[in-house]
């Protein structure tokens, strides 16, 4: 653990009002975290026990977890999976592991974020929760403003400016993963990591494919289109 001591409060906070729920079986790191996330004007909460965080999101629900890989009760890795069965709320995975098949697994399951404990930094956790609590923030925005896209997941068709898209299943999975963080850069592994069940077995540049298409889809509706943008030595964004 390298840092111990509680910044001081800050006059505001980018979403004052949103609940962030601690899911750590370690309680001194649980309250290190919630005093930090209290610190920057978040309210927190905290579960031990993985069996009870179903329950608990349903109940309560939180705007962002802070969900542990390792926990009793349940692994963090299957609790990331049945919560994206019923909720979009953020995920942000902690793990004392490294590795990159690790990350993949937790970005599968459907993880928003991958913080490594070691070494463990709660600023930049409280960072990480702010930046993604503001894309979520703009998103409702947009949305709330009548955004020019539009995805109906359940019928699994997407519009642009209220026309039909015609996109395949993986164009469509891919513009949905990309919609869900607008401005966030996207790398092809971690695209691949969510639109594959074994990425591995597929070529990182299959991604820059489903990209050009698309893009010639959306521009067939708007010549000037240039919501996905490239990112030099990332990967890609969308721009709304």
């Known amino acids: 653990m390298t840092e111990s001591r509680i910044p001081n409060q800050q006059a505001a906070a980018v979403m004052p009002a949103a609940h962030v ?8 790191l649980a309250a290190l975290m919630m005093d930090y996330l209290r610190a920057a004007g978040y309210g927190a909460s905290w579960i031990a026990d993985g069996a009870q965080v179903i329950d608990h999101v349903r109940a309560s629900r939180p ?10 009760g349940r692994d963090g890795i299957g609790l990331c999976r049945e919560l994206r069965g019923f909720s979009d709320v953020p995920i942000v995975m902690l793990t004392a592991r490294v590795e990159e098949a690790d ?3 937790g970005l599968e399951a459907g993880a928003d974020d991958y913080i490594c404990k070691t070494p463990f930094s709660p600023r930049e956790v ?7 609590l503001r894309r979520v923030q703009q998103q409702g925005a947009r949305e709330g403003g009548q955004s020019p896209l539009r995805m109906d997941v359940e019928a699994y068709r997407a519009y642009y400016k209220g026309v039909l898209l015609p996109l395949t299943p993986v164009e469509f999975r891919l513009l949905r993963i990309m919609l869900s963080a607008p401005g966030h850069a996207f790398t092809r ?3 691949l990591a969510r639109l594959h069940d ?11 494919s489903h990209i ?11 010549s000037r289109a240039d919501l996905i943008r490239s990112v030099y030595g ?3 964004r969308l721009e709304l």
């Open 21 to 28: 729920l601690v899911v750590e079986d370690e309680p001194k």
């Open 103 to 105: 990350r993949l697994d």
């Open 63 to 72: 705007d962002l977890v802070l969900l542990d890989v390792m926990l009793p």
């Open 198 to 208: 074994d990425p591995r077995s597929v070529n990182d540049r299959a991604v820059d």
């Open 126 to 132: 409280v960072a990480r929760v702010k930046a993604i």
């Open 212 to 222: 050009k298409n698309l893009r010639r889809k959306l521009e067939a509706v708007d």
């Open 234 to 236: 990332v990967g890609f």
């Open 189 to 191: 592994d971690q695209l």
